[in-house]
C-alpha cells in the first residue's frame, strides 16, 4: 500500500470515528456501479472521472450521433431531407468503421423493424 493510500485510509477511519460518513444518501443501499471490466485496472478511474464529467469515448460520441439521425430520418418529411439525412448517416457509420461494402447501413431499431417487415 501507498503512502497516499494509507493517509487516505487513516482519513477515512477518522471521519468514519466522528460520525461524519453517517446518513450519508444513499447509505445502505446498493450501488451501482458500471461495468467496466473490459477496461484495463490502471485506466478505470480515467475513465470513471471522463465519464463524470460527462465526456463520451470518440467511438461512444458517434454511436449517439448515429441514433439521433436515425431518429431524424423517421421523421424526415421530404425525400431530399432524408436523403440528405441518409448521406450523413452513412458518414458516420464509415467514421465508425462499421459500414463496409457489404454492410447495410441499419443498426438497433430500424434494423428490427426491417427483419419484422419481412415476414
Partial sequence: MS????LAEERIAEAIGRGELDNLPGAGKPLHLDDDSMVPEELRAGYRLLKNAGYLVPGLQLRKEIDSVEA????????????VLNRRLRYLMLQLGVAGPDTPLLTGQHYLEKIRNRS
Fill in 3 to 6: 503512502l497516499i493510500d494509507k
Fill in 72 to 83: 431524424l430520418v423517421v421523421q424526415a418529411r421530404s425525400a431530399e431531407e432524408r436523403d
